[in-house]
């Protein structure tokens, strides 16, 4: 089977640009955060005022992403965000000017994705979203570990500034991708009810009709997802810092290198994959299950081959689930895809925020291990329910013959 048009290749080179740069941010707007707020409330008010702004503009980017063109709107949020970080860069390093990049920086982030998820099956065709999705994953992954590894070296070299500008010229480079790519990013199902038309704000009932229980059953243990991630990522640097006090990052490496290496190993999987293009629901629930168990595995082994080890089986898996539920929510109807997208944006969002705040409160009180255990253990559960509910469904549809071909 032929993989997604060539030209696609240059969107991915865009996107792992984009990747790396938010990435490199991540460390470098954290540090700058603390420098300016003076301590680490600021930090956490900041990233919850970064947060919310995703969560708001995923309440209206399906609506949104349904109304305009979403080619300019990709296009769009590049520019404000490079523009936010120029001006972040070049302006004087105050709360006012910070609060405003980092609201940018949410909410652009948010539409871009759901834009861009949309988008996949319009720019490759149906049979071709599981790779494109795949080759997505996999430049990320690229752009995350080039990202986390230049963090250090760019801001001890040239300051905050240069991070800033270097983050400002990968959102450039996205936007260009996106002019100079000659692919469609809508297709032509109109025939498929009226979520389009319902303004933001609207209760989904008749998109969650549409949608069917069991896709509105996989976002909801998508923010579960989120939910137990949210606790890895607070307990990470504390758990470091117990098992090597002298050099905590070398473990910290050691955990997202592994980590990342198992994420671009899951589009090589999915490719060899002989079932790769009927893969759902199925395929989501036991992906999350095993993540979350290589999650809490990786608190509970020591530094070194161990931790690499379980830290590859968690990566593995978490881009296995990524690249399954994007491609298994890309099978709906265009119409219906930029609102699942956007409801999955605002479940994402809030299940990582609320994490983050909870699992802080908790570590105080409880070991790493403990603490990682009880909230991927809430992931785990999500995901069992699933595939229960799939299994009673699957049975009961069974003898009529319409199990369809995407669901499984």
Avoid at 124 to 143: E, F, M, Y
Avoid at 290 to 313: K, T
Avoid at 330 to 341: E, S, V, Y
Wanted: hydrophobic share 55%; proline share 4%.
């Amino acid at each position: 089977m032929a993989g997604p048009p060539r030209n696609f290749r240059v969107l991915v080179v865009g996107y792992s640009c984009s990747a790396y740069g938010n990435y490199l941010n991540l460390v470098a707007l954290s540090l700058f955060t603390l420098a300016v707020t003076g301590g680490p409330l600021g930090v956490g008010i900041v990233m919850a005022l970064r947060l919310g702004a995703g969560f708001g503009t995923g309440l209206v980017a399906g609506w949104l992403v349904n109304r305009f063109d979403r080619r300019r709107l990709m296009i769009g949020t590049d520019l404000a965000q490079a523009t936010a970080m120029v001006a972040l860069a070049a302006g004087p390093a105050n709360v006012g000017l910070l609060v405003a990049a980092a609201v940018v920086l949410g909410a652009g982030n948010a539409l871009f994705n759901v834009a861009l998820r949309s988008s996949v099956p319009a720019m490759v065709g149906q049979d071709q979203r599981v790779g494109a999705n795949g080759q997505l994953v996999t430049g990320r992954s690229i752009g995350t570990v080039l990202g986390f590894a230049s963090a250090g070296v760019i801001v001890a070299s040239g300051g905050f500034a240069a991070a800033f500008y270097l983050n400002a010229a990968s959102f450039v480079v996205s936007a260009m991708a996106l002019v100079v790519l000659r692919l469609p990013t809508r297709a032509d199902d109109d025939s498929t009810g009226t979520a389009t038309g319902t303004a933001p704000g609207r209760p989904e009932r008749t998109l969650l009709a549409l949608a069917g229980p069991v896709v509105v059953l996989m976002i909801a243990v998508r923010g579960a997802d989120a939910f137990g991630s949210a606790s890895h990522n607070m307990a990470l640097p504390l758990y470091a810092s117990r098992l090597d006090g002298a050099e905590p990052a070398v473990v910290m490496s050691q955990f997202w290198a592994s980590w990342a290496v198992g994420t671009l190993l899951a589009h090589q999987v999915l490719r060899r994959w002989r079932h790769g293009e009927a893969l759902g629901e199925r395929a989501f629930g036991l992906g999350t299950c095993l993540m979350s168990v290589g999650f809490v595995l990786a608190f509970a082994v020591p530094a070194g081959p161990a931790l690499i080890a379980v830290a590859l089986l968690a990566g593995l898996a978490d881009g296995w689930t990524e690249i399954v539920y994007t491609s298994r929510l890309q099978a709906a109807p265009d119409k219906q895809r930029g609102r699942l997208f956007g409801m999955s944006a605002t479940a994402e969002t809030a299940g990582f925020a609320v994490g983050m705040l909870s699992s802080s409160a908790v570590l105080e009180a409880a070991p790493e291990v403990t603490v990682v255990a009880i909230f991927h253990g809430v992931a785990f559960l999500a995901a069992t329910a699933l595939l229960a509910v799939a299994f009673a469904l699957r049975r009961a549809t069974a003898p009529a013959g319409s199990v369809e071909k995407d669901v499984d």
